[in-house]
């Protein structure tokens, strides 16, 4: 397929290797500044370039397009590619606002376009068999689930993430995962919850540095996940915990009443060819697993946006736009508390 990329931020960087590695073509990028634009353009080959994301979007070489831009723009541009009949890729988090993301799945029915969201570790082989040991029942009932992903040093980049009026904020991009991977690893969501978070500075609108949410779960009725045959102790609980203070979190703990499941690189392996992770028995003793050695799952992303049907991938659709209500939620009762700031 011939991709256009909408954005040219440091995350495009990987995903410009997975495409090609894919054995796709990135055959133009976009991005508002002129200045940065070429010099992305020169350091990763790629032909053609625009500063008018539209432009990008309406080529008639164009078969898809991945949407790398601040979430408040994914809306509009999601929306345009959907229905000129173009394979759209959209970063996380799927929309700004809750409302949006439904409304981007309504827009996939109707156009009849493949939308998948960005979010790469269900793509690792590794993920597949932390899922199939989850619904064994080796762990037993499940008891706590918790997940911590947090990036240091975010606010020294200066970059969309530190601005709340676009979509910024450790909430939307972080708490996405905490959220994502709950429900995809064991087919839970969150029933009721409880916040606490940190503002970037004094202003009432300023992003979220930090957040933490206890969340009671209850099983979920996406069709997506109607297979997962987990059995929830009467006391399930998940604690997500996302921030830009602590350095070098994405981890990931499922506790049952005979077992836990963990994992310290659950987004991405650290080490792509030692994708490990452990089963801690109540004995006291561990087991290891390497799964995947050497899988770029960013690649496997790629193939799937190329490959999958539509009625998939509107079922998938259907645990973004979950994700998104649970985010909206949080952001929701950390607006109804004040909040201190860093």
């Known amino acids: 397929m011939r ?25 133009v990028g976009a991005g508002r500044d002129p200045d940065k634009l070429a010099q992305w353009l020169s350091q990763f080959s790629v032909p053609n370039g625009t500063t008018n994301f539209q432009e990008a979007i309406e080529r008639s070489d164009i078969d898809a397009v991945y949407i790398a831009v601040p979430p408040a723009l994914h809306l509009d541009l999601t929306q345009s590619a959907l229905k000129l009949g173009k394979r ?16 981007l799945l309504e827009t996939a029915k109707h156009s009849g376009a493949v939308l998948v969201d960005a979010t790469a570790f269900p793509h690792h082989p590794r993920s597949l068999r932390m899922r199939e040991i989850i619904d064994s029942g080796e762990l037993g009932e499940l008891c706590r689930i918790t997940v911590a992903c947090s990036v240091g040093n975010i606010l020294d980049r200066r970059d969309h993430r530190s601005d709340a009026h676009v979509g910024g904020g450790c909430l939307l991009d972080l708490g996405w995962y905490c959220v994502y991977s709950t429900a995809w690893l064991t087919g839970f969501e969150a029933d009721t919850m409880h916040s606490e978070g940190t503002r970037i500075s004094h202003a009432p609108e300023s992003a979220w540095y930090q957040v933490q949410t206890m969340a009671r779960l209850k099983q979920t009725n996406l069709a997506a996940l109607q297979s997962r045959n987990c059995t929830p102790h009467r006391s399930l609980l998940a604690s997500w915990d996302c921030g830009y203070e602590a350095n070098g979190r ?30 801690h028995g109540h004995d006291g003793k561990a087991r290891a697993e390497l799964v995947g050695e050497g899988v770029f799952q960013e690649v496997n992303l790629v193939q799937h946006v190329a490959h999958v049907d539509l009625q998939q991938s509107l079922k998938d659709l259907e645990i973004a736009v979950m994700v998104q209500k649970t985010l909206g939620r949080i952001e929701a009762d950390l607006q109804a508390t004040q909040h201190p700031f860093v």
């Open 3 to 27: 991709w256009a990329f909408l954005g040219i931020g440091r995350v495009t960087h990987r995903m410009v290797q997975a495409v090609r590695a894919a054995g796709h073509e990135v055959r």
């Open 88 to 103: 759209v890729l959209c970063e996380k988090a799927l929309t700004q606002f809750p409302s949006e993301a439904a409304e």
């Open 250 to 279: 994405k981890w990931i703990e499922i506790s049952g009443t005979k077992a836990s499941l963990i994992c310290d690189d659950f987004l991405r392996p650290w080490d792509i060819d030692k994708p490990r992770f452990w089963v």
